[in-house]
């Protein structure tokens, strides 16, 4: 699947058509916008509750340098913001 936005939507939406089939109470974990998740065409068939974890930003650079994948930038602390 592409990345960016539009694969974080089809993602989204992915994980939103297999939850709501499953017709069981569900939790996403993930580091998309609730805007997004709203905005999924199957956002309609369930009830949202929404919950942000965040930390600091220098954890969030510690956590981003562990991971190794070049994502600790000043465009990811943007981002995140």
């Known amino acids: 699947m592409a990345g960016g936005k ?3 939507q089809a993602l989204t939406e992915s994980w939103l058509q297999t ?3 499953s017709g069981r109470p569900f939790g996403l974990l993930g580091p998309c916008p609730l805007s997004e998740i709203l905005a999924a065409p199957s956002a309609a068939c369930s009830e949202i509750r929404h919950l942000l974890l965040d930390v600091a ?3 969030r650079v510690r956590r981003l340098r562990a991971r ?3 994502q600790a930038t000043q465009e990811t ?3 995140a913001a």
């Open 6 to 8: 539009r694969g974080r």
């Open 19 to 21: 939850a709501v089939q």
């Open 68 to 70: 190794g994948d070049g």
């Open 57 to 59: 930003d220098t954890e």
């Open 77 to 79: 602390l943007n981002w």
